[in-house]
């Protein structure tokens, strides 16, 4: 396997718990992950609002700290959702160990819409923003506004499983990890033939909510052109504040309406059931596993 850049590849889905699992993984002796995650480089069939990292050269530069550790990380969650990203993976990287990590279709989705709401992206109210999803993908809106198309598991499950061995891929419910750290956590460094390193589990962090301050919201958004020009070349220290700093302005958001709930429940029901046949596993959402 090649000694050039990541070797292991934390694929998604987005707000399914990545970047909780990336940060205790980097933790563990022998893995290195980058403090910057979302390079999204090989998602570029997606809008991914300027955030990508276009520069090869740039790209692998992020990975030289971790030359001499066993498994380097890049940890994308368009990755998982890109029509190519996973072609372009096998065609580099042939060998390498792909960890996807799936949440609640629903719950993620509802998760994913307060991320966009939170750092000021987002302004129409949920039901609403589902109505006008369409239009969005078909004008190239960024794909954090495909709430309904990125939870479609099946399909973007099955690309990675067609191209790379089932013994390279690892299959992580975030429902399980938050549930069992410690039991999740010991089967993901066994698959990496690493020993597990006991040490406690991380902080939640890149969670969804309401913004206590809209102003520092924007401030402090991806979306903020100033933030735009220096991102990719930030020090790992400002990237660890401007985290810390979103982390304090997020407080919980309301409970989402039972009608909506039905209504996206309905709508990934045929999707879920596809995905179990794909995986020949139960999936830990009960809405999905009750008899018709």
Partial sequence: MTKSG????????????????????????????PAKKEFHFY???????????????????????GNE??????????????DSAAQKI???????????????????????YWHNRLRGYETLEFWHALQEEAMRVSEHWLWSFHYL?????????????????????HILFSEHLFNDHEKYMRRILRWLSLQYSNSPPGEARNASGAPRNLWI??????????????????????LKLRRRLIAWN?????PMSHDVAEFLCEYFRKDVYSLTRELDMDVPWQEFNQEE
């Fill in 90 to 112: 096998k065609a580099v990287y042939p060998e390498a160990r792909i960890i996807i990590m799936l949440r609640n279709p629903v719950v993620r989705a509802y998760s994913m």
């Fill in 6 to 33: 990541p070797n292991c590849f934390l694929v998604g889905a987005s707000k399914s718990g990545t970047t909780y699992l990336a940060e205790v993984l980097g933790r563990q002796p022998g893995i290195y992950v």
């Fill in 149 to 169: 198309h990125s939870g479609l598991y099946a399909a973007q499950v099955k690309r990675y499983l067609e191209l790379f061995p089932r013994e390279n891929i």
């Fill in 250 to 254: 997020t407080k919980r958001p309301p």
């Fill in 43 to 65: 998602a570029d069939d997606l809008n991914c609002g300027g955030l990508r990292v276009a520069s090869h050269e740039r790209y692998l530069q992020y990975f030289e700290p």
């Fill in 69 to 82: 550790s066993i498994w380097r990380i890049d940890a994308s969650t368009s990755y998982l959702y890109s």
């Fill in 217 to 238: 919201s924007r401030l402090l958004s991806p979306s903020n052109e100033m933030l735009r020009r220096v991102g990719n070349a930030s020090p790992d220290w400002l």
